[in-house]
């Protein structure tokens, strides 16, 4: 429908829908034209590319070619870069071409999520090769939207698995007062790792929609875990209130989290409680520990995975430091690739980082520099969103 629009209004030769795959590092050109024999998409890396230019920045692209003018617009929603939106125009269009443009990648941010819940299409363009039962459980708990944005708080997670998947997990939902983040990392692999996973993340989940405290919620998936038969994980669990800036943290036997303020990365040393299902051994109760959390910090939770063996390799503290002027999403991204570099590619066990950007109670309108959220026209200038 957004295509045919396209073509009707403008005269558009071409139009198409770049989706950004798991990876973070290609596209997949979804086409309208029918399949035909089989189920191939043109997969694109994005290194170096225009698209990735467009994604990373979150700004429009025209340039004239031999065959017209091309035009790729970012296909956003709230920090979740789904995909990008590329026509051919007759002609050298406008402003008014171009909002018109940009209102159709709006829209269609819209339509992909909406129909996302009743089509495979989608799922199946953000995926360079078909996942083995663990990878399909295991891409199952992560949220639908792999970055959020807000007016308090920017944040995004990535994952990179290993070649045998270790079960890592991120999670985060936004109440009408809070935010809930969690990162976790069963034990063992594959299959083994994918059910732990699924009784954990299920646990965690079903106590906090439940209205569950930090402590209750670390114990209920510690029971879970025990009651299932499931080994046992590590977790890192983390709640702020949005209108107090209040922040708490439980760790269940995680690696610590890093903090960014003013432009120094240190460690935060908090309180190492036993992972969850182990209570057995460890009888007390988790603990629930404030964290220091101001405006302008970028908060940084990481699985061993970004630490141990091949993440060893990586100056975390440094790499931080380095993308701090990157959007989460992006940083995110080239944490998890950094350790998947030094890894020659193969990682031994998941690598997965969810970076948070505190901007503070003080904030009442989210800010967003382009993308699906603004007209062409604000996409030099930071804009104020509800």
């Not at 698209?51 to 003018?69: D, P």
């Not at 995926?127 to 459980?137: F, G, H, K, Q, V």
């Not at 390799?313 to 931080?320: E, G, H, K, W």
């Amino acid at each position: 429908m957004v295509a045919e629009d396209l073509r009707r209004r403008f005269e558009a030769a071409k139009v198409s829908f770049l989706i950004v795959d798991l990876t973070g590092k290609a596209v997949a050109r979804l086409s309208t034209a029918p399949a035909g024999g089989g189920r191939e998409a043109e997969r694109i890396p994005m290194f170096g590319s225009v698209y990735e230019e467009v994604i990373r920045t979150q700004r429009l692209y025209q340039e004239e070619t031999a065959q017209g003018h091309r035009v790729i617009m970012p296909v956003t929603n709230r920090g979740d870069a789904i995909g990008l939106l590329e026509l051919l125009l007759p002609a050298d269009p406008g402003d008014d071409v171009l909002d018109a443009v940009g209102e159709a990648a709006h829209l269609l941010a819209y339509i992909v999520i909406a129909n996302g819940r009743l089509t495979d299409l989608y799922t199946w363009g953000k995926r360079s090769r078909p996942p083995t039962l663990a990878a399909e459980i295991q891409y199952q708990l992560l949220p639908p939207s792999l970055s959020c944005e807000a007016a308090q708080f920017t944040l995004s997670g990535n994952l990179e698995p290993s070649e045998d998947l270790s079960g890592d997990t991120f999670d985060y939902a936004l109440d009408r007062d809070t935010l809930h983040l969690s990162v976790t990392d069963p034990m063992g692999h594959d299959i083994d790792a994918a059910l732990a996973a699924t009784v954990l993340v299920s646990a965690l989940r079903g106590a906090r929609r439940a209205g569950a405290g930090l402590a209750e919620q670390a114990h209920l998936a510690d029971r879970a875990l025990i009651d299932h038969s499931h080994g046992h994980a590590t977790g890192q669990l983390l709640r702020i209130d949005l209108h107090t800036g209040q922040a708490q943290l439980v760790n269940a036997g995680h690696p610590w989290p890093l903090r960014m303020r003013d432009g120094t990365v240190e460690v935060i040393t908090c309180e190492v409680d036993h992972p969850f299902g182990l209570s057995e051994f460890a009888p007390r109760s988790y603990r629930v520990q404030d964290l220091d959390l101001r405006a302008g910090d970028r908060l940084l939770m990481v699985t061993d995975g970004m630490l141990e063996r091949h993440g060893e390799q990586v100056d975390l503290l440094a790499l931080l430091k380095d993308t701090r002027d990157l959007h989460p999403r992006e940083t995110a991204l080239a944490l998890t690739s950094a350790v998947l570099d030094a890894a020659g590619g193969r990682l031994d066990d998941d690598a997965t980082a969810m970076c948070l950007d505190w901007h503070g109670v003080q904030e009442t309108q989210r800010r967003v520099s382009s993308g699906a959220d603004t007209r062409r026209a604000s996409a030099a200038r930071p804009r104020q969103q509800p």
